[in-house]
């Protein structure tokens, strides 16, 4: 009999045993649904919620139609409060400011949110790899960001204490056989650095120069959008070879498939050739046909965006260029403001007071624009952040505000005892004007 017990005893146990491990396996099992679950859903785009207005394809009705249906997909597909999925918030800025810039401007509050995103993108990247001198931004990536951060109105020259114009070209360096066997690639760098208003690199115009013929729509496209934007006339034999192999290239009404279409579009509307024209109208209409009549308004994603919104708008990457005045590049001698540095001895350090010499700027750009120009220029040094309200201090001549204190930078316009304020961008100087940029508790 109790041999028989102790066969019950284990018997139970194995019973257990194997009761815990069921449930241990329904648990791991649940997980992995619930995971799953996450990943679909932060993967996969949410359906659209917006009613599109579809018309008949028919030119130009269609593409304005096509235009705001793409930018409501774009909307739609916001994946959170802050843009959308990660390194692909450039392209949707890009769409949106090309293709509908008569609504995203500075201090709309959509345009705010773009701007945002891609200053998220880039400082997380940044603080992984403060050189981005990975494969992932070394290969044009980067180089649309900084098209994106001029079309959105911020200086790449000045990305939170980086300048990425030099970046961008140390990844040059970094990735030279690359850049040299792909002159759309460098086409990118080229195009980043001139809507910037950026001195090129004699290197890389040459790599575009190349008497080599082009191989694809997108290196044509990518080479006369950037020689374009350089100089029109100086580069105008390879602009030209460009225009000859997008024309061929135009079969049925079309480049191929949208991407194509439309980064040639875009490219064709800084032509100067007049059969051009009529290739960007039968364009223009495919791409609107294809949004309104085989998609129902929609669009692929947002790298497919990024090249029809524009397209469809007749913009181009080169209409970044000029497009924030803030941003504008100092040219003629029309103002000259004296920015004097002092230091409020309670806040920080009394000892540290200079005055620098007058800075030349063109009538209406900011005080951010002289501080800039007075950088790159002298031994004056300065960082800061932007903010919702604007640009504020956080640092002059390495003197850095203490976060944990009540301590701020303020400008101060000489001979005047009332403060200006402290949002760089906000303030436009006059002639003769001179500064004080203070340190206050």
């Known amino acids: 009999m109790a041999k028989d017990d102790d066969v019950l005893i284990e018997k139970s146990k194995g019973s257990r045993g194997m009761e815990k491990f069921c449930l241990i396996l329904m648990v791991v099992a649940a997980l992995g649904l619930i995971i799953g679950l996450i990943v679909y859903l932060a993967t996969s785009p949410p359906s659209d919620t917006s009613d599109y207005v579809i018309v008949e394809p028919q030119y130009p009705t269609s593409a304005e139609h096509a235009l705001k249906n793409g930018a409501q997909w774009l909307k739609d597909n916001q994946m959170t409060a802050m843009g959308w999925r990660d390194q692909q918030n450039a392209d949707a800025t890009l769409a949106l400011t090309l293709g509908r810039m008569s609504m995203y401007h500075p201090g709309n509050c959509d345009f705010n949110i773009m701007s945002k995103s891609l200053e998220y993108d880039l400082l997380s990247a940044l603080m992984r790899n403060p050189a981005l001198d990975d494969i992932t931004w070394g290969r044009s990536l980067l180089a649309k960001y900084v098209m994106a951060l001029r079309a959105a109105c911020i200086d790449p020259k000045d990305f939170h204490g980086y300048n990425l114009i030099r970046i961008l070209d140390e990844q040059f360096k970094k990735f030279n056989n690359f850049y040299m066997n792909r002159r759309g690639a460098t086409a990118m760098i080229a195009l980043a650095k001139c809507v910037s208003e950026e001195e090129q690199n004699s290197t890389q115009i040459g790599i575009l120069q190349k008497n080599d013929a082009f191989t694809s729509v ?18 105008y034999s390879t602009i030209y070879k460009a225009e000859e192999y997008l024309m061929t290239q135009f079969v049925n009404g079309s480049f191929g498939n949208t991407y194509k279409t439309g980064l040639a579009i875009q490219a064709l509307t800084r032509s100067n050739r007049t059969d051009a024209n009529k290739t960007i109208e039968e364009g223009v209409l495919y791409l609107a046909t294809e949004i309104q009549s085989k998609r129902s308004g929609r669009l692929l994603d947002l790298g497919e965006a990024s090249h029809i919104l524009p397209a469809l708008a007749k913009m181009s990457y080169v209409d970044i260029k000029g497009k924030c005045t803030e941003l504008k590049k100092p040219g003629s001698s029309d103002m000259t403001v004296n920015v004097t540095i002092q230091v409020d001895g309670n806040a920080i350090n009394s000892s540290v007071q200079h005055t620098f010499p007058a800075v030349t700027i063109d009538k209406g750009q900011s005080l951010y624009a002289v501080l800039v ?52 961008d906000k303030i436009i100087p006059e002639n003769g004007s001179q500064y004080i940029l203070k340190a206050e508790a």
């Open 218 to 235: 997108d290196e044509a496209s990518l080479v006369l959008l950037a020689l374009s934007c350089v100089n029109h006339s100086m580069y």
């Open 373 to 424: 120009k007075l950088r790159d220029s002298s031994s004056f040094t300065f960082k800061g952040v932007r903010t919702s309200f604007g640009y504020i201090l956080t640092e002059v001549m390495n003197l850095a505000i203490d976060g944990n204190s009540l301590q701020h930078w303020n400008v101060y316009l000489s001979g005047n005892p009332n403060q200006q304020g402290m949002y760089l």
